[in-house]
């Protein structure tokens, strides 16, 4: 299904819902936001007779509701501390980032400044909303949070977030598998690699031992063994705690973890819309004028199929490329066995740190070509615009393509 992003405003929303005594608890309208005046953020600054005043934002309540309310009627401490920091945050940048001290005998504020704490505080909002929506939606294990210091950029407007390929109409996904192992200990007996004439894919610690390119043929739901085996690690989902954050040097939002990885550790899944490669030379030729793609050729037997990433996806859609990435793409079979269309796993390639971003090469060996003028988006092999990399490692190729 296409879904078409509504036209109303956040505030229009709200004052229908209150009108017509509707909840809606995503937009902020609850029984309790009904009935009583809850402070959704600070707008304003004045100070009048001595008295310091902020204009208020009341949760579920349209704008043309603000009224101005003395500071020590507020008992929102975090939402003040957050109205301070984003007026220094502002004033700093006005003088370039140099340090900036606050004068107290300010009695009002220029209104530039309060147009930026208000934006900044809707932004705020908009963000935690799509961080419990993303949540709400995944599947798997690992948190996803959601941050931006750099910019005023909030959710992109036309992204669904999945856990699992969503074929275009047309395409099956699913080619029926009937069967599974017998083994009672898989790493010691005739498993779903060997069956498939391959060795398994992970040690006894769950950790990836075969070299890329080599395919990764996980245990089905057919198969005798538990959860717990030691040959189902893809097909449980992220076991990480990450962050899409906004990166401070032109390429969008990108994906951090929040844990240690350790090395050859199964990171997340690659997922999205899958479509045919001539649906997908369509769309790319489309994508390139907009500046960004998300296509991901699967081409591990053959170049039948194209995952697009562009609109439905998860937090791998947000992963940026690097020319020394820590991530390495690898195929996986669960329960399709389909060779045109394998699952896209992405493993660690060394120990990474908590806080540190997540990459992989988009020209790496079983992954995909950059060729779009998308800093932070796929596309497929098709060479047609040169992009710069940003990536900023030492061994920089230069271009993404």
């Not at 945050?89 to 220029?110: D, I, M, P, Q, T």
């Not at 194209?306 to 020319?323: K, L, P």
Request: hydrophobic residues 30%; aromatic residues 10%.
């Amino acid at each position: 299904a296409w879904y078409v992003p509504c036209l109303a405003s956040l505030e229009t929303l709200q004052e229908l819902c209150r009108k017509e005594n509707l909840r809606c608890k995503s937009i902020g309208i609850t029984n309790r936001s009904l009935k009583s005046y809850e402070v959704e953020y600070l707008c304003d600054y004045k100070v009048e007779e001595g008295t310091e005043y902020y204009l208020v934002k009341w949760k579920g309540w349209p704008e043309s509701s603000n009224t101005w309310e003395p500071q020590k009627n507020l008992k929102c401490p975090l939402l003040l501390q957050n109205f301070l920091s984003d007026k220094n945050e502002y004033l700093s940048r006005v003088k370039e980032g140099k340090a900036l001290k606050v004068r107290n005998h300010v009695k009002a504020l220029k209104p530039a400044v309060a147009d930026y704490i208000v934006k900044k505080a809707k932004q705020r909002i908009a963000l935690q909303r799509w961080k419990e929506e993303l949540n709400r939606k995944k599947n798997h294990r690992g948190m996803i949070l959601v941050e931006n210091t750099v910019d005023l950029e909030g959710p992109p407007l036309d992204f669904y977030y999945i856990n699992e390929y969503k074929p275009a109409p047309g395409i099956n996904v699913i080619n029926g598998i009937t069967t599974g192992c017998e083994c009672s200990d898989c790493p010691a007996e005739k498993c779903c690699p060997k069956e498939a004439g391959f060795i398994l894919a992970y040690n006894k610690q769950k950790k990836l031992k075969i070299q890329p390119g080599l395919p990764i043929y996980e245990c089905n739901s057919f198969c005798r063994c538990g959860p717990d085996c030691p040959n189902r690690i893809v097909q449980k989902g992220t076991q990480y705690s990450l962050c899409i954050f906004r990166t401070n040097n032109g390429r969008g939002w990108g994906v951090k973890t929040l844990q240690k990885i350790k090395t050859n550790s199964f990171v997340m899944e690659y997922v999205g819309e899958v479509i045919t490669s001539e649906e997908a030379e369509r769309r790319g030729q489309l994508y390139d004028n907009q500046g960004n793609t998300y296509l991901f050729d699967l081409d591990y037997d053959s170049d039948e199929f194209t995952v697009d990433a562009a609109r439905y996806g998860n937090v791998s859609h947000f992963v940026n490329h690097s020319c020394d990435p820590n991530l390495q793409v690898f195929n996986v079979f669960i329960d399709n066995l389909d060779l045109r269309l394998p699952r896209i796993a992405l493993f660690s390639t060394r120990t990474i740190k908590a806080g540190e971003e997540l990459t992989f090469d988009y020209q790496m060996k079983g992954s995909i070509d950059l060729t779009s003028d998308s800093a932070d988006g796929l596309s497929p092999s098709r060479k047609r615009i040169r992009t710069v990399c940003k990536c900023g490692a030492v061994c920089c190729r230069g271009y993404l393509n």
